[in-house]
């Protein structure tokens, strides 16, 4: 009896995605990090963000065709992504029609030694090849996909990511954590989000998720604001309110998910 309770035990911590330890970014990447194209003022927040840690758990490669799906206006990760995958690699942005879309074009037009073999697709993802992708990416939008008033749009976009990708390929997601015992109907306005609820999409989808870390948790975060995660920095919605309070807690508490499209 004990040795099959052992067995068991054994076959739950397998069957469990591990919480992983933070990755060293590789030489190529830390060059990426580096690139002369970073503003400074992104730059400034990858003590947040983790960026090199976090391409290094999705374990995207330079050589990959790699989506960065709803990169926005700014496209933080659009200024890594596209050094790291220039010479070897692919890189699709895929962004609906609208303002975040036209500035992000006007940035990556305005550099084109740099972003010139940026490609682009629409959102969900249409424009990218069925089963050419390596790894999908989204960083903090599947709250936004939530909060969308038609119901229907976070599962069209995971069944787009899954169509994008290769059989074996990569999901990687990183969005603002709600605490699992929190109501549920925070997620529709808060900007936070559940664990389950993204594993839920993506399994509906068709993913299984394989890892998870806590590269970007941020135990100060207490996910409660009046105002949602945007009271807290970048975006300090009080303003001068407690200003500092909020500088001090930092950016959001984030989960990172990595999920993969089953090979058969």
Known sequence: MRQSLALF???VVFATPAYAQAPVPSAALAAALDAPTRTAANKARDIHRHPGETLAFFGVQPTHVVVEALPGGGG??????APYLKD???LYVAQGAGKARDTLKAKLDADGAAYG?????????????DGSADVVL???NVHNLIMN?????PDRAFASFYRALKPGGTLGVVDHRLPESADSARQKTSGYLKRSTV?????KAGFRLVGESEINA???DTADWEKGVWTLPPTLTNGDVDRAKYLAIGESDRMTLKFVKPAS
């Open 88 to 90: 070897r690699g692919t």
């Open 76 to 81: 933080w990760y659009t200024e890594i992504l």
């Open 9 to 11: 035990a054994a076959a």
């Open 218 to 220: 941020n135990p100060k």
């Open 117 to 129: 073999k940026v490609q682009w697709a629409d959102f969900p993802l249409a424009g990218v090849p």
């Open 138 to 140: 989204t960083f903090r």
């Open 149 to 153: 008033e038609d119901t229907t749009t």
């Open 199 to 203: 594993v839920a999409l993506a399994e």
